[in-house]
C-alpha cells in the first residue's frame, strides 16, 4: 500500500511523484515508456518553470546538458519586428528548450533520488474502485505480469489522453475547438540568437535553439487544412518557412537533421482534477494549443500545486477535498488568462487595426517591449499588461480598449 500511485512520468509525473516523496510520502511512479525517450513536444520552458527548476535543484542538470540558455526574444509581427527580454520573476528570466529525451530523464532521476519507486515499461490497465473511490491500478509489467498495487490517492499525469481522466469520467469545461495543426523538425548548422517567433496570417513559425547544436523550427496552420498540408509535409513546411525569409536563408545554409514530427489533436480544455481517491496534473487536466509554449511550464506548476494540496491533506493541516478544491481554484487562476489569451493566438485570425497600433508604439520603447515579452513568457501578468490602462499609457490615448494579441 502506497501514498501515492502516480500514473506518467513525464513533466507533470515526475515532478509530483518527487515533491511528494520528499514531503516524506510513500510514491510508486509507473510509465509506459522507458527512459530516456522521446516524446512530443514544444520544448520550452519558460522563466516561470526554470525558477521551479532551480528551486528544486534540477536546473543545474539542464544547464549542464549543454541547452543553450535562451535571454533574447525576436517577435516579427509582419509588419514591425519587436525584440525584447523578459523582466525576472524570481530571479529568473532565461528560458531553456531541451531535448525530451534529456530534461525527462533529468525529472524521473530527480524522482529516484528523492526516494520515488520507479516502475518503467509499465501499462495501467484498469484503474481499481470500490463505489467512486479510486484504490489503486492494475497493469502489466514489462515481463507480461498482472501486477494490482493499491494507494490513499491515485494521480494522472499521464497525458491528455489519460487512462485515469477516463476511467473516473473526469468532466471537461472551458473547452475550445481544435484550432490549429502542427509540425516541427530540427536543423544542424543554423545560426539563431535565442528564441524567433514569427506571426502571419494563418501561420506561426518558431525558430530555437535546442541540444546537440540543433534548432527546432515549429509551425502551425489552421486544423481544416491539415489533411492538405500533411499530403506533402516537406514541401509545404518548407514553404511556410519563406514566409519568414531571413530564418529560410539561414535553415537553408544548414541541413535538416531529423524527421518531421506533428499532430492535429491539439484539444482546449480543462478537466475537474480531483475526486474520491484520484487527482490529475499536467496535460491530463488541462491542454492547450502549443502556440504559447506553456506546456511543460504549467505541468510543473500543477505538479507544485498538486503536491502541497496532498501533503497538507495527508498531513491534516487541511481536509484532503478542501486541499484539492484549493488545487483546481489555485490551478484555474493560473492559467486562464494564458489559456484565454493563447486561444487568440491560436485562432490565427488577422490582427486588428488596435493591436498593430500597439506593436508599432512598442517599437522602440524598449521598457515596455520587455515587459510584452513577460507578458508572453509568464513574468509579467496578462491581465496587467494588456489593460485598457497600460494599453492607453503605450498608445497615449486615454481610454484606451485592451488589447489582446491575435485579436
Known sequence: MYDAIVVGARCAGSPVAMLLARKGWSVLLVDKNAFPSDTMSTHFIHPTGIARLKRWDL????????????????????????????????????????????????LVRGAREAGVELREGFTVREVLMEGPQVVGICGESRGGASVTERASIVIGADGLRSTVARAVAAPVYEERPVLCCAYYT???????????????????????????GLVCTFVEWPRGEFETFRSDVEGNFLRTLELAPDLARRLRSGRRARHFVGTAELPNFFRKPYGPGWALAGDAGHHKDPCGGFGISDAFRDAELL????????SKRRPLEEALTGYESERNRAAM???????????LQPQSARTRALYAALAGNQVDTDRFVGAVMGTVPIPEFFSPANIGRILGVNGAPAVLQGS
Not at 488568462?337 to 485562432?347: G, L, T, W
Open 59 to 106: 536546473l543545474d542538470k539542464v544547464v549542464a546538458s549543454d541547452c543553450p540558455q535562451i535571454s533574447r526574444w525576436l517577435f516579427d509581427m509582419g509588419h514591425v519586428t519587436l525584440t525584447g527580454r523578459p523582466p525576472p520573476i524570481d530571479g529568473v528570466a532565461e528560458s531553456y528548450c531541451p531535448r525530451r529525451t534529456i530534461l525527462d530523464d533529468i
Open 186 to 212: 530540427y536543423w544542424a548548422d543554423v545560426p539563431v540568437e535565442g528564441a524567433e517567433f514569427y506571426l502571419r496570417e494563418g501561420r506561426v513559425v518558431f525558430a530555437f535553439p535546442t541540444n546537440d
Open 307 to 314: 503536491a502541497d494540496a496532498i501533503d497538507a491533506g495527508f
Open 337 to 347: 488568462p494564458a489559456y484565454e489569451h493563447n486561444c487568440r493566438i491560436a485562432s
